[in-house]
């Protein structure tokens, strides 16, 4: 069955400076993979997804994320986090019944 | 834009209890889902909707039944609510069913004590 392993449970990063999470997946064939963000009280929304093509995939918010096969990974990146990035981060695959199955996530908090 | 509405936000049930959780999506989507969202197990899908008329189990669809009134409502039915129910609920819709973009509600925070 297709996973998603999110390692970093949580991860503080200080205002300005750069972000990297990890999202590493099970899956044979080519995936079709996401990256949702959380904000506290609030339902998700898409950052960004990845189909095929281009392996760095732009999103918004400035976010962007690298496909990886050798590594079976799609890392999320930010140059530089505001404040308001503190939120909770998913990584999501599509299955084989052609549903999205999320990692655990990654809690992210913005120091000042 | 309202986009998915989901009610009650908050509720608190006895063990036992039923109650139906609402969603709702005015943006004609096709399919909708139920999560749950439970620390460190990210969202779990409970059931889903591919169209009107449809419904088909998730992950963790135990103790839990749907009801796809219509294209806009996809309900989710607790029958005889248990503590292991305690959990964040979100309803989705998307377009159609295979690697669209899910737009979220705002979720239901459930207790069952």
């Known amino acids: 069955a297709q996973s998603v392993t999110q390692p970093d449970i949580h991860i503080t990063v200080s205002e300005g400076a750069s972000l990297e999470l990890r999202c590493n997946y099970s899956?044979?064939?080519?995936?079709?993979l996401f990256w949702y963000v959380q904000s506290p009280g609030q339902g998700l929304q898409l950052l960004l997804k990845?189909?095929?093509?281009?392996?760095l995939v732009q999103g918004i918010k400035g976010f962007e994320a690298e496909f990886k096969r050798s590594q079976s990974s799609f890392n999320l990146r930010k140059p530089s986090v505001h404040w308001s990035d503190a939120a909770e981060y998913f990584c999501?695959?599509?299955?084989?019944?052609?549903?999205?199955?999320f990692g655990a996530g990654t809690t992210v908090t913005v120091r000042a | 834009n309202a986009g998915v509405t989901q009610t009650p936000k908050f509720q608190v049930l006895k063990t036992g209890q039923s109650m139906t959780l609402q969603c709702a999506q005015d943006?004609?989507?096709?399919?909708m889902y139920w999560y749950r969202q439970d620390p460190g197990m990210g969202l779990r899908l409970i059931y889903y909707?591919?169209?009107?008329?449809?419904?088909d189990k998730g992950e963790v669809p135990n103790g839990y039944n749907v009801s796809r009134l219509n294209k806009r409502e996809f309900s989710l039915r607790l029958e005889s609510a248990a503590p292991s129910q305690t959990s964040v609920y979100f309803c989705?819709?998307?377009?159609?069913?295979?690697?669209?973009?899910?737009?979220f509600g705002s979720g239901t925070q459930l207790s069952v004590l």
């Open positions: 989705a819709s998307s377009e159609k069913l295979i690697g669209e973009k899910l737009f």
């Open positions: 899956y044979g064939a080519t995936p079709y």
């Open positions: 990845y189909f095929s093509g281009d392996t």
């Open positions: 999501a695959v599509i299955n084989n019944d052609y549903k999205l199955s």
């Open positions: 943006m004609n989507h096709n399919s």
């Open positions: 909707s591919a169209s009107e008329g449809t419904t």
